[in-house]
């Protein structure tokens, strides 16, 4: 039994050159048809996100597992210099029998990716697996082989710490929210200046349920944009300090040389908000947001270097977890191919 | 009867071990973050919690009334209606963790009852005739105490998440608490649940046959009205989350000691 893996990646390839191997969803079963007919594989998956395009297969037929990998590389090569690519080398990288079990497994558990530990990978592996597997182009050993990605990559994620704390402003931001008003369903988020770190990080709240968005900036017509864009309303600059005390979270990145929050207009604030919460993120550089703030009761006030300082430590403790993590890949690879052969 | 003995007593002492395994489990969930650790932790509550019931039904056929006389027993019965409240809060405001802070807490007061005697050795002739407005007013009573003591614990949760975020320190204990806002709202409804039990089982104490007398009343009372001013004051000047965990930490000192005081009178 051949077990390979031929791919291509964001670490040995530019985005312009990944993209030329990117297989659509809608072209998934034909390039599965062809790859399977012109290399006599038995069964093939296609693993295509924005970071990898990945093709692994299984033969019985093929006489050497050496064979099988260069018939999948020549197809590739075929499809990309096909598409006109100027590319004069294509970084293939190739993994065969434990090798490949044990990069799916990496991929799976979020090793091998941009953002170590992320999770997206593994909904992307499934559906991948899920268009092979209803194109009968999985059989015993990949669907063995793709389960067994699954627990370890469940296993990965449970047993160690790849993936615990936020990696990116974002992502703190949305953390810290959620450890304040627990579900953001109900939050009501005001945008101070509508600059592109505001719309990434309104991003990241919407993503997690925060619908009541309201801009405030002094150019109306980005406040406009902007609103329009997250599906929220724009406001004057200058009256935002009374919406406040119907605001749960309030997200500053103007462009102002002076502080735009400052202790007075908050305190009048909190005297109207009822004993709820108030959630004050800067993300200006300088500061939007006085720091005398952070001395008022019920009042939690995060400037960017603390959500740096934050992602980056969360990004440490990750890369400190790929040493448990890889021992847990290579039992779970070991114990994978003894079962296989 | 002697069997009713040992099997108290075993019951007992099977609740301590469950509860205390329960807090080792506990403390490994919030250092390490296992996040395995947490249906364990619930079960071996559960199993404690049940195993406790049985000691107070077969302490309740020793005693031939409800197991609440002494004050090792009155412990029993206090942490007993803290993981009754527990399993019936906790899960209504999905704060699993209120289980992480409540097991230590209910383990050192089993613990403390146990020591204390809490399993009667010679049967006590039965009340001839069983009040039932007393059974209810001490029952009541203690388990509005169990909910003041939740109140403690999710006072206790929120100032600790309130100083992680305030400090900045993003650590494992902070991923592993629940919000602020979840632990505040627990912490009020918590208190109205105790001071209102409370008014249910100072209320009853009126129509006993057997009058408990002043001192066991103004006791109680200064309980009531110690939490009843925190809720007044709340209502009126609405105080920030922070300082009513603070407050109702400091009064909790109040329930203890007129527990200690009713205990021996």
């Known amino acids: ?237 200058n009256d935002w300090s009374n919406c406040l005390n119907s605001i749960d979270i309030v997200l500053s990145s103007t462009s102002a040389a002076q502080y735009v929050v400052t202790p007075e207009a908050i305190r009048a604030a909190m005297a109207r908000r009822k004993g709820n919460p108030l959630f ?41 977890q790929i040493a448990i993590c890889e021992q847990v890949i290579e039992e779970e690879a070991r114990d994978f191919f003894r079962r296989l052969s | 009867m002697a069997i009713s003995a040992n099997l108290a007593s075993t019951f007992l002492c099977g609740a301590v071990l469950c509860f205390l395994a329960a807090t080792a489990l506990a403390i490994v969930e919030l250092t390490r973050g296992n996040r395995h650790a947490r249906t364990p932790t619930l079960l071996l ?14 302490q309740g056929e020793m005693r031939g009334r409800c197991p609440i006389t002494t004050l090792p027993e009155i412990l029993i019965f206090l942490s007993w209606s803290t993981v009754l409240l527990y399993f019936m809060v906790g899960q209504a405001f999905h704060l699993s963790l209120l289980g992480v802070f409540t097991a230590p807490l209910v383990a050192g007061f089993t613990l403390i009852g146990l020591a204390g005697g809490a399993v009667t050795k010679i049967p006590t002739p039965p009340l001839n005739p069983v009040d039932p407005w007393l059974e209810a007013h001490a029952s009541v009573s203690i388990i509005s105490y169990g909910a003041f003591t939740l109140a403690t614990v999710a006072a206790t949760m929120f100032l ?51 009058f408990p007398g002043w001192s066991k009343i103004l006791l109680a009372s200064s309980v009531w009205l110690a939490y009843g001013a925190l809720l007044l004051v709340d209502r009126c000047r609405r105080m920030s989350p922070r300082d009513l965990a603070r407050a109702s930490l400091w009064l909790f000192a109040l329930p203890i000691i007129t527990l200690g005081l009713l205990g021996r009178s």
């Open chain 2, 45 to 58: 509550m559960a199993t404690g919690f049940v195993l406790q019931t049985l000691y107070l039904h077969y």
């Open chain 2, 160 to 210: 600790v998440q309130h100083k992680l975020l305030k400090s900045r320190k993003l650590t494992q204990l902070f991923y592993n608490l629940p919000s602020v806002n979840y632990l505040a709202k627990a912490l009020k409804r918590l208190i109205v649940t105790g001071f209102a039990l409370l008014s249910i089982g100072i209320a009853t104490a009126f129509l006993l046959h057997t």
């Open chain 1, 280 to 320: 004050l993120i800067d993300l200006a550089v300088p500061r939007d947001i006085d720091p005398a703030i952070e001395t008022l009761d019920n009042v939690y006030l995060y400037d960017i270097d603390a959500l740096q300082s934050t992602a980056s430590r969360a990004r440490k403790l990750r890369e400190r």
């Open chain 1, 1 to 237: 039994m051949s077990l390979v893996c031929v791919g291509i990646n964001h670490q040995l390839a530019p985005v312009d050159l990944r993209e030329r191997f990117a297989v659509p969803e809608h072209s998934v079963a034909d390039v599965l048809e062809r790859i399977r007919e012109s290399s006599q594989l038995e069964e093939c998956v296609v693993v295509s996100t924005c970071n990898r395009v990945e093709f692994y297969a299984s033969a019985d037929t093929t006489p050497t597992v050496g064979n099988c990998t260069e018939k999948i590389a020549g197809f590739v090569r075929e499809n990309v210099s096909a598409q006109g690519s100027t590319h004069t080398e294509i970084p293939l990288y190739t993994h065969e029998g434990i090798n490949a079990a044990r990069h799916l497994f990496r991929v799976a558990s979020g090793l091998d990716s941009m953002v170590l530990g992320e999770t997206e990978i593994f909904g992307q592996l499934k559906r991948a697996y899920h268009l092979a597997q209803r194109q009968g182009a999985t059989r015993g050993a990949l669907n063995r082989l793709f389960q067994s990605a699954f627990r370890v990559g469940k296993r990965v994620r449970s047993e160690t710490d790849i993936q615990r704390g936020a990696t990116s402003v974002g992502s703190v931001a949305v953390d810290l929210a959620e450890k304040i008003f627990g579900n953001l369903d109900a939050c009501r988020v005001l945008i101070l200046g509508a600059g592109e770190i505001s719309r990434t990080t309104t991003k990241s709240l919407a993503s997690r349920g925060v619908q009541d968005i309201t801009v405030a900036n002094r150019s109306i017509e980005k406040a406009l944009e902007l609103a329009s864009a997250m599906g929220g309303r724009a406001l004057a600059f």
